[in-house]
């Protein structure tokens, strides 16, 4: 089969992922490099545009390669050329499993989770509900009818987008102001809002082998540069901290291992995931998963696998496998 990368999209988490596909595209010097614009065109590309965008995170890539027709018509060619894709793939359809259909309708092998899993961890609201009947204990959610109430209860709030993800539109709910701000940002899309949980952050990644097994990769603990994990924090800030293994407690280590696979599990990821929690003082809370999670150089997901003594082209080659293999070819 002919591996083939594929990064782009049309969500705005498109800048990440072609952080993420140079990272992929390093690991993997012999695979195809197809970009989906977002004017919903798919071009192929070469390694030189590629590795000659500097700044991924903050500008605009351009592919200079021949134009495949749209993403119906690029998925046809995939599947008339025998292709397996690894998804450099972020956000928006791409994650939410409207792609994942695209391609399952054809056969088409790609990596990650399949297009139910994908859309039920995209919904925050959803994932949170799942996870919680796994016994992931996850913070209540705040009706938008009720969020004067619930600051005053509460003292702080923090609302983000429940379907979007690189910490875009993170609002902390300190003030009135802020409230008014959370209104106006629900009014354009749909918002999760949770009691604010107060402790230190962590990730935690899980890994899909050979014969279907899970294994939890070490926890991550992130200590960001301006207090909150935002956009800039994640990608851009260097002052930001992400300390793999994590310098939590063992038994706190060891539960956020426990729980990030039993939110694989209760969502019916594939391949591999990520979960994020907050380490309040009673212990970690679930906030959400991530079925595509930033493979960039920057990436916690790429920290995780070298602290467990991974290889990440052993990664990619294991989960190019896997694609393969439940696609049945």
């Known amino acids: 089969m002919r591996t083939t990368i594929l990064f782009g999209g049309l969500s705005r988490e498109r800048l990440v992922s072609v952080a993420s596909a140079q990272a992929v595209a390093d690991?993997?010097?012999?695979?195809?490099?197809w970009f989906w614009a977002a004017?919903?065109?798919v071009r192929e590309t070469t390694r030189e545009a590629l590795h000659g965008h500097t700044k991924p995170f903050e500008v605009e890539f351009a592919a200079d390669g021949a134009r495949l027709g749209t993403i119906d018509q690029a998925m046809d060619r995939a599947a008339a050329e025998d292709r397996v894709l690894v998804l450099a793939l972020h956000g928006g359809s791409a994650e939410n499993g409207e792609f994942q259909?695209?391609?399952?309708?054809?056969?088409?092998?790609?990596?990650?989770?399949?297009?139910?899993?994908?859309?039920l961890a995209f919904d925050k609201t959803a994932a949170k509900l799942f996870a919680r009947i796994a016994g992931v204990g996850s913070p209540a959610t705040v009706a938008l009818d009720d969020i004067e109430e619930a600051f005053?209860?509460?003292?702080?709030?923090?609302?983000?987008?429940?379907?979007?993800?690189?910490?875009?539109?993170?609002?902390?709910?300190?003030?009135s102001q802020d409230i008014a701000a959370v209104r106006r940002e629900s009014a354009t899309m749909p918002y999760v809002i949770e009691p604010f949980i107060t402790g230190p952050e962590a990730t935690c990644g899980v890994l899909e082998q050979a014969d279907g097994t899970l294994i939890a990769l070490p926890p991550v603990e992130i200590i960001p540069a301006t207090g909150a994990f935002d956009y800039n924090s994640k990608y851009i800030a260097a002052a930001t901290q992400e300390i793999c293994p994590a310098r939590f407690a063992p038994e706190i280590n060891a539960e956020l291992q426990r729980l990030a696979i039993a939110a694989h599990k209760a969502l019916s990821c594939r391949g591999y995931s990520r979960s994020d929690f907050i380490v309040s003082d009673k212990g970690p809370v679930y906030l959400e998963t991530n079925t595509l999670p930033?493979?960039?150089?920057?990436?916690?997901?790429?920290?995780?696998?070298?602290?467990e003594g991974l290889d990440f082209i052993e990664f990619l080659n294991g989960q190019i496998d896997l694609a393969v293999k439940r696609a049945g070819k």
């Open 152 to 175: 005053a209860e509460h003292g702080k709030l923090v609302a983000k987008p429940s379907q979007d993800g690189s910490s875009f539109g993170l609002i902390f709910v300190n003030s």
């Open 39 to 41: 004017d919903g065109s």
């Open 294 to 307: 930033g493979l960039t150089k920057a990436s916690l997901y790429p920290k995780s696998l070298k602290a």
């Open 101 to 119: 259909v695209l391609a399952e309708m054809r056969g088409v092998p790609f990596t990650g989770s399949g297009s139910a899993a994908s859309h």
């Open 27 to 33: 690991a993997l010097p012999d695979a195809d490099l």
